[in-house]
């Protein structure tokens, strides 16, 4: 079956700061990764999704970037972070052209 | 992709079926009804899926109208573990983003 893990889940960090967020999938190959962001009382925002390796498209103009050095990895990453990154960010994968997205368990991150 | 619009919240007592509306009057013919709940501090859940047919699943039944401008999750017997938001989305099959909206925050009370 497949899993996906997503670390730290907290974290905290002061403005200015960088950030990297992992996320991996297992028991499956060539998925579609994606993150997300949830900022508090607020919907769900795409951040970046990614359909293969080294293949990254931006949903929303920030100061955050996506990467994807391996298959079933995808790593968020900012080089300083401000106040608004603040949030619940959510790695997801699906099949391919699915909208049948799993959901990981999320990293809380707290700028201060 | 259509809009849709959900209650903002509702109370089911446990044990009952929760019946979750949606409405979505623009959807188009190559559109499918998502949808999905999110459990507080989890990562969204996908529950069903439909475009036309009713479907269930060992969740949840989704009811579509025959005309499609809305739709009915039915948790059929509703405990305790299905409070959460529940998401409504309407997507052609193709493309990539979920686009979540505020959904239904349901309340199941024992």
């Known amino acids: 079956s497949q899993t996906i893990h997503q670390w730290p889940a907290t974290l905290v960090q002061p403005v200015g700061s960088p950030l990297s967020l992992e996320c991996t999938v297992e028991?499956?190959?060539?998925?579609?990764l994606y993150w997300y962001r949830q900022a508090a009382g607020r919907g769900l925002q795409l951040l970046f999704y990614?359909?293969?390796?080294?293949?990254i498209s931006s949903e929303v103009p920030q100061n955050l970037s996506a990467s994807r050095p391996q298959d079933r990895q995808f790593i968020l990453s900012s080089k300083k972070l401000l106040l608004s990154d603040s949030g619940f960010y959510l790695c997801?994968?699906?099949?391919?052209?699915?909208?049948?997205?799993?959901f990981g368990p999320g990293t809380r991150l707290t700028v201060t | 992709d259509a809009k849709t619009t959900q209650p903002t919240s509702m109370d089911c007592a446990e044990g009952r079926a929760a019946n979750l509306p949606c409405n979505h009057s623009?959807?188009?013919?190559?559109?499918?009804v998502y949808w999905y709940r999110q459990i507080h501090s989890q990562g969204p859940q996908y529950i069903i899926h439909?475009?036309?047919n009713n479907e269930t699943n060992e969740m949840a039944s989704l009811i579509i109208t025959e005309d499609r401008k809305s739709s009915t999750l039915i948790l059929p017997h509703a405990t305790l573990r299905d409070t959460a938001v529940y998401y409504c989305?309407?997507?052609?099959?193709?493309?990539?983003?979920?686009?979540f909206g505020k959904g239904t925050s349901l309340l199941v009370t024992p």
């Open positions: 997801a994968w699906s099949v391919q052209g699915s909208y049948e997205q799993y």
């Open positions: 028991g499956t190959s060539n998925p579609n």
């Open positions: 990614s359909v293969g390796i080294g293949q």
């Open positions: 623009t959807i188009s013919g190559n559109e499918y």
């Open positions: 439909g475009l036309k």
């Open positions: 989305i309407v997507l052609r099959n193709s493309g990539y983003a979920l686009n």
